[in-house]
C-alpha cells in the first residue's frame, strides 16, 4: 500500500476530508520550498502537491504561471526538485508529496540521467521520497508502463479529470490511476472563474461509477467556506493558485507563517 492510500484510507475511516496543497517547487524563493512543506504539514495539510517549473505549463493560469517562471529563474528543475523532497524527508516520512507537472521536464530527466521508459525519474523520485506522480499531459492510455515502474517503487500515478471527461476517458483513468483523482471543477486554467459547487455534486457520482479509488476536486477553491463545501462531497480538497498569491510578494520570513495562517483556517473548516 502506498503512503497516499494509507493516508487516505486513515482518513476515511475517521471522517475526515483530505487537505492537499499544492505550491510550486522553488518559489517565491530558492530555497523556501522544504520549510514550506514542513508548515503546511504543521498546518494540517495531509498531503503536498509539489509543482515542478515548466515554461509552458498548459493548465495553469497567470497566478502559476508566473511562479514557475520565476522558480525557472532561480534555477529550480527536476533534480533540484527531487533534493527539495529529499531534504523535506530528513524531518518528515509520513506526509505523502505528489510532483505536478509536464511530461518536458520528465522526458528531459530521462533524456540526461537515464536510459528510456522514465527508468531513471522512477529510480529518483522513490529515492527522493515521493509517493505520487501527476504529469498533466500524459495520456492514459500511453501509461500502462509508467503506472507499472511507479507502482513497483511504491509510487501513485494520478491523473487529472475534467467536466467535460466521457465516460470513456473516466474509464481509461480508472485502469491505470492509484492513489487519487484530481477532479478539475472548472472548464479552464487554474486560478479561473468562481467554482460551482452544484455542477460538483452533479459530476462526482458520475466519476465515482468508473473509478473507485479516492477522488480530489481542486481549481476554485480559495477559502474556507468553498473548501468546507466542497470536502462534503469530495474525498479531498485541493488548494494551488491561492497560496500562490497569497507568498508572492511577500518577504522570505513571512512566506512560512502567512501559509500556515491560510491553511490552518482551511483545515479546521474541513474538520468542522
Not at 28 to 38: R, V
Amino acid at each position: 500500500m502506498s503512503r497516499i492510500e494509507a493516508t487516505l484510507r486513515a482518513l476515511k475511516a475517521q471522517g475526515r476530508k483530505a487537505l492537499i496543497p499544492y505550491v510550486t517547487a522553488g518559489f517565491p524563493f530558492a530555497d523556501i520550498t522544504p520549510a514550506l512543506m514542513h508548515g503546511m504539514a504543521e498546518a494540517g495539510a495531509d498531503i503536498i502537491e509539489l509543482g515542478v517549473p515548466f515554461s509552458d505549463p498548459m493548465a495553469d493560469g497567470p497566478v502559476i504561471q508566473r511562479a514557475g517562471e520565476k522558480a525557472l529563474g532561480l534555477g529550480i528543475g527536476m533534480a533540484q526538485v527531487f533534493n527539495q523532497v529529499r531534504e523535506f524527508r530528513k524531518r518528515n516520512g509520513t506526509t505523502p508529496v505528489v510532483l505536478m507537472g509536464y511530461a518536458n521536464p520528465v522526458e528531459r530527466y530521462e533524456q540526461i540521467h537515464g536510459q528510456g521508459a522514465q527508468g531513471a525519474f522512477v529510480r529518483d523520485a522513490a529515492a527522493a521520497g515521493v509517493d505520487g506522480v501527476l504529469v498533466v499531459d500524459y495520456p492514459p492510455e500511453e501509461c500502462t508502463a509508467f503506472a507499472a515502474s511507479l507502482r513497483a517503487r511504491g509510487m501513485d500515478l494520478i491523473f487529472l479529470l475534467a467536466p467535460t471527461s466521457t465516460a470513456e476517458r473516466m474509464a481509461q483513468v480508472a485502469q491505470v490511476a492509484s492513489g487519487y483523482v484530481y477532479y478539475v471543477s472548472l472548464k479552464g486554467v487554474t486560478g479561473s472563474g468562481a467554482l460551482d459547487r452544484s455542477a460538483v455534486e452533479q459530476m462526482l457520482p458520475r466519476i465515482r461509477q468508473h473509478v473507485r479509488i479516492p477522488v480530489g476536486v481542486g481549481f476554485g477553491i480559495r477559502d474556507a467556506a468553498t473548501a468546507q463545501a466542497i470536502g462534503k462531497v469530495a474525498d479531498a480538497v485541493i488548494i494551488g493558485s491561492r497560496i500562490i498569491e497569497l507568498i508572492e510578494d511577500q518577504e522570505h520570513a513571512k512566506v512560512v507563517p502567512v501559509t500556515i495562517d491560510f491553511l490552518r483556517g482551511i483545515r479546521k473548516a474541513l474538520d468542522a
